[in-house]
């Protein structure tokens, strides 16, 4: 690949800045089962599943593995006290340049929920490692994780087993790479004219 | 050659598309269906909406939405800047509701970093957003009614809404993107004579308001066009993830201002507008309702604006005033370190969403603990808003898809950013 960065002249302030900036430490704490009914449910039904649960300005995260999302995502849509029947958003975060050890995974896929019922909101994750990129749809818990997931199998190369319709969704289809990783280069697009490629 | 039956059918559809319209056919022994491509380019797709039909006569079997023709990589762009200067992003990218934009941007960075917000913010905020709020329905009244051949309102409506800009013009400086929201507060204090512009708009509007009503909402022609069209369920839209004006069309009274009250809105009465048969006459009257509702904030807000300042006295967050900087070497500090690196949130993450004039507007922020954000998704309630569209125009007849999506109010920026 092209070292866009140099190509582009940008500076090391621009891009590395996180790199030498300080700083500053985590904030959150575990949550406690007691005032969250979705970790009760997910722990009661699931366990062995959750790998953490944060508190963190009063926004429940539960963070899951991935094999079981389906199901926990059903559950956490149909139990009553939870009832999280509307998908807000489906998100991923690459967190390559994170630190983080090495068993920790590459990928999280972020699930935000809401609840029509109790106007609560939760984010639950699940881990997708690099060597294997895949996670089952939600599709048939939320349908509207259709159109999400392509975004999130368009940005970060993450496949969706069983997913109905699975293009790339923003970029075009002979697109190559994915955007939104975090070893692809700000400015990674060469500007197109017309007859700039030898051969067309 | 003589002329058929079948080709008058596909020039009379050429011609109500316009210009740059591809047509296709399939024809085979069960079936002869006409693939129609509409946009990006088209007029009433609002943007750069791509819509491919298909059509067995004038009825569309299928409708396929192709989306990312205004993908400019907003939030790769966010990720590489300091959490002030991205707030700019955020007025680029619902270009209809950018005051909004910052103050969801700016609620999910205070979250992070943990600042109250004086009261007299709090309200401009609010009556920013309102104002706003009108701006963008009003928008959407106009170039509905325009879709549907309706042309003369949109020059009214376009009349009220150059007011609102130029409240945001005389505040800022600029007619639209203003990123006047910011983390912390707001960038300034309004100007003196602010406040009697905005009183003078909130009299006359509800007589405006009765204008557009009388010229368009019981018109017979116009509610005949928009009735039992487009009609999506409330289980439907719930499950499609739609949001805002369009959800609330099916019945389902979900409004963040009451659900989840962001910057003061409890402390107001407003109702919530929701339709019945969900159909596209009654998210045109929701709409409606929500620029009465939106005046009523509006009339209640300005009544007693709090004093005091308008920005966090928390110097970690705010530049500290120009007068201290001559004086105070810690100011000095603070305000280089401000515009260099930036403030540096914990690692966390946050997730705050207003309701925009389209639905759940959202910025989900990961923190990684330095001054530029590590992640930031944007969710745009435009996105999900289209992802129904298929549902509610399967059936219909191929001008009626033309008033469906008007009726979704989508904005592409929102949906491809």
Redesign the interface.
Known sequence: MVDFNVRLGLTPT??E??EI????????EALSADDSPELRLVEAQFAGKIVSSRL??G?K?ITVKKDKIVAIAKALRDDQETAY?????L?C??LL???KTEEEPRFEV?Y?LYS?AT?E?L?LKAQVTEDDPTIDTVESV???A???EREVFDMFGITFNNHSDLR?????DDWVGN??RKDYP?GGEEVEFTYNVRGR | MATTERDLKERAIEAKLGAGVDVQRIQDEDRDLMIVNMGPQHPSTHGVLRLVVELDGENVQKATPH??YL?T?L???ME?M?YYKALTITDREDYLSNLMNNLAYSLAVE??L?VEVPPRARRLRLILNELERIASHLLWLGTHALDIGAMTLFFYTWRERDAILDMKEMLSGVRMMTSWICPGGLRGDVPEGWFHKVGKFVDIFPKKLDEYNRLISKNPIFVERLSNIGIIKAEDA????MSGPSLRGSG?A?DLRK??PYTGYDEFEFDIAVGQNGDVYDRFLVRMEELKQSHRILVQALRDVPGGPVMTSDRKVAPPPRAELDTSMESLIHHFKLFT?GY????????A?VESGRG?K?Y?I?S?????P??V?I?GPS??NL??LPKMVEGLMIADVVAVIGSIDIVLGDI??
Do not use: C
């Open positions: 621009d891009l800045l996180r900036q300080t700083k500053r430490p985590a904030e959150f963190f300005r926004e995260t029947n509307y998908l807000s958003d998100t975060v690459d340049k994170v630190n972020i935000n029509l106007f909101r984010r939320w349908p509207n259709n159109w999400n790339r969704i923003l970029m075009p955007p939104l700000l | 989306i990312g993908h990589g939030e790769k762009t590489s300091t979250k992070l943990d719930i499950a499609w993830g389902v979900w659900s989840n690196e540096h949130p914990p690692i966390g993450e946050t997730y969403a759940e959202g989900y990961y990684d603990g330095s001054g530029i590590y992640r998704k969710k996105f999900n992802q129904a491809d950013r």
